[in-house]
């Protein structure tokens, strides 16, 4: 079955350290590649996507990721975070043949400290 | 403000009783989608509709039921049948299959 793993559950940081949240997926093919964001208390906000193109994505609140084929992976980074990214993280994959559905990841909650 | 609105937030059902969760949205979205979320276990797909009046089984359908008879409303209803019920639910929609889906704020179930 096609599955996505997140590998951090619970990642703590300080202000200002720099974040690496890890996503592989176990599809072969061509994905899309969405990363998710559930601040406390609010609405999954969609973070940043990949569709095709430059494998680089960058998206809301200075986070970005990068798709690389050959690892199967999509990790979500950001250079220096901030008290307000703390939340947790939603890796997904739509898969071509079926673009009905999202697979999601098991999520990846990150506290962040000042 | 479009939106998805997902109501009650908190509901509370007896045992062998039959629940309906809300999901409204007023983004014209075609698409609708009912997501079931488990501490370490991610978000889980129950139903999704692609247009007005068809709806298909996701991953974990046993025990729930879904109607879509209009554009704008995509109830879901945990039925007896559903032998754990207690969970996040979660109401998403998109524009269509391709974009990606937007959430509701979710309708914690528990039962008592």
């Known amino acids: 079955a096609q599955s996505v793993s997140q590998h951090n559950h619970h990642v703590i940081l300080s202000e200002a350290a720099s974040l690496e949240l890890g996503c592989n997926y176990s599809y072969g093919g061509t994905v899309n590649l969405f990363w998710y964001v559930q601040y406390p208390g609010q609405h999954l906000q969609l973070l940043l996507k990949y569709f095709s193109g430059d494998p680089l994505v960058k998206g809301i609140k200075g986070f970005e990721a990068e798709f690389i084929k050959s690892k199967f992976s999509f990790n979500l980074r950001k250079p220096s975070v901030q008290w307000s990214d703390t939340a947790e993280y939603f890796c997904?994959?739509?898969?071509?043949?079926?673009?009905?559905?999202?697979?999601f990841g098991t999520g990846t909650r990150l506290q962040v400290f000042p | 403000d479009g939106g998805i609105t997902q109501s009650p937030k908190y509901l509370f059902r007896k045992e062998g009783q039959n629940v309906t969760l809300s999901c409204e949205q007023n983004?014209?979205?075609?698409?609708m989608y009912w997501y079931r979320q488990d501490p370490g276990q991610g978000l889980r797909l129950i139903y999704y509709?692609?247009?007005?009046?068809?709806?298909q089984k996701g991953d974990i359908a046993e025990g729930y039921s879904v109607s879509r008879e209009k554009k704008e409303s995509f109830p879901l209803t945990v039925t007896s049948a559903q032998k754990n019920p207690t969970a996040f639910y979660l109401c998403?929609?998109?524009?269509?299959?391709?974009?990606?889906?937007?959430f509701g704020d979710g309708t914690r179930l528990s039962i008592l």
């Open positions: 983004l014209n979205h075609d698409a």
């Open positions: 998403a929609s998109s524009p269509d299959r391709n974009q990606p889906q937007h």
């Open positions: 997904a994959v739509k898969l071509p043949y079926n673009t009905d559905k999202l697979i």
């Open positions: 509709s692609q247009i007005v009046n068809d709806f």
